[in-house]
């Protein structure tokens, strides 16, 4: 091994060892955007793609076909894909990624009782998906629930080694939903 006394190897050192560690986290599927992002896994294009649950899996296109149409913001093609691909398999049922753009298709189409469902099917499936965890915690403030969505943001922020992108989404929708309604909530 070189050796680590100069400060530059040091440097070096670690962010190489940084990167190592980051890449899986990148690549594992947990993943999420900023309220009108992405957030299940695998995307679009084919290939491969690794699950949330750690898996390496080839893209089905139907799934690939719903995560383009989600980005397009085609909720109802997506929703229709997703279900199909879901129910195609008893595996697919047990994808965490495919229940969490599920439940973010739902949401975006504004049917909040079917997003919770697949938002907990995909937290059952895996209790550390932080896309899940971001997006339920957007569709609890869309209920005005702010307690179960700070439940979410704490959760992220455990599962999160440092800021992620999900924490990070979830923490200035909770800060940008009291800032609305500062009144109701200073007055209780």
């Known amino acids: ?8 190897a040091r440097l070096s050192f670690v962010l190489l060892l940084a990167a190592g560690f980051a890449a899986p986290a990148f690549a594992s599927g947990g993943g999420g955007g900023g309220g009108g992002g992405g ?24 799934y690939s076909q719903a995560v383009d149409e989600i980005h397009a913001e085609h909720f109802p093609q997506a929703i229709t894909l997703l279900e199909s691909y879901i129910s ?4 697919h049922d047990h994808d965490a990624d495919a229940h969490n753009w599920l439940g973010y298709a739902y949401r975006r189409s504004g049917n909040l009782d079917a997003a919770f469902l697949n938002y907990d099917k995909a937290l059952a499936i895996n209790p ?53 309604h500062a009144e109701t909530v200073g007055s209780k």
């Open 88 to 91: 195609r398999s008893p595996e």
């Open 39 to 62: 957030g299940g896994g695998g995307g679009g294009g084919g290939g491969m793609t690794t699950l949330s649950n750690g898996q390496l899996s080839s893209v089905d296109p139907e």
């Open 128 to 180: 550390k998906h932080r896309g899940a965890h971001e997006y339920m915690g957007e569709a609890y403030l869309m209920t005005g629930n702010i307690a179960q969505a700070e439940e979410h943001l704490k959760a992220l922020d455990k599962l999160c080694f440092t800021p992620c992108s999900e924490y990070s989404a979830l923490k200035r929708a909770v800060a940008s939903w009291k800032s609305a």
């Open 1 to 8: 091994m070189p050796s680590l006394s100069h400060p530059f």
